[in-house]
Nanobody, 118 residues
């Protein structure tokens, strides 16, 4: 059973930066797409950014130009570099991997809290 383990969350002031890490227990390339989602209190979970096997990236409009997703295949790790953080970025951030098939298979990490506050 492949597992995803996130780390790197915390409390940061507005305008600050954080880097989240997601380590995949197996091969990162076992997934077609790996990405980051977030869920703020009272809101639905939303996609933040993802990267597919080919290295193509996709970002939510709200984070474009501020967040960068990257991966290191040899380390089976996906990173989310978050700069110019805003209070509205406060949420639990989840790593997700999806394998396409007759039925798509999603694997989720346990989540890491990011709080942006002065």
């Amino acid at each position: 059973q492949v597992q995803l383990v996130e780390s790197g969350g915390g409390l940061v002031q507005p305008g600050g930066s954080l880097r989240l890490s997601c380590v995949v227990s197996g091969s990162i390339f076992s997934f077609n797409v790996v990405g980051w989602y977030r869920q703020a209190p009272g809101k639905e979970r939303e996609l933040v950014a993802d990267v597919n096997r080919g290295g193509n990236t996709n970002y939510a409009d709200s984070v474009k130009g501020r967040f960068t997703i990257s991966r290191v295949g040899s380390q089976n790790t996906v990173y989310l570099q978050m700069n110019s953080l805003k209070p509205e970025d406060t949420a639990v951030y989840y790593c997700n991997g999806v394998s396409y098939g007759v039925t798509d298979r999603h694997v989720w990490g346990q989540g890491t809290q990011v709080t942006v506050s002065s």
